[in-house]
């Protein structure tokens, strides 16, 4: 997993950050995983916010970002 554990805040409530993780701008990322797998994440440089999936994995955590499309 890149990016570091920042905190444990409670029961099921994580946080982290992801370098280099925001997929508008490139900037760092805070995500905050939930209780029952969920997540938010927002990055403080373009104020991008978004809600992830999150799945364990045996090498780490997988972070997937929904891509939609308007035209």
């Known amino acids: 997993m890149n990016g570091s554990p ?3 805040t409670g029961e099921g409530i994580a946080e982290f950050v992801l370098p280099q ?4 701008c ?3 990322v ?3 995983k939930t209780p029952g797998g969920g997540a ?3 990055c403080p440089h ?3 916010l978004s809600r992830p ?3 364990m994995r045996a090498d780490g955590l997988e972070l997937s970002f929904a891509t939609e499309v308007f035209a």
Request: net charge positive.
């Open 21 to 24: 993780g925001c997929m508008l």
């Open 40 to 42: 938010h994440s927002y």
């Open 26 to 28: 490139g900037g760092a």
């Open 53 to 55: 999936r999150l799945r």
């Open 46 to 48: 373009c104020h991008w």
């Open 30 to 32: 805070n995500i905050r």
């Open 6 to 8: 920042d905190q444990n």
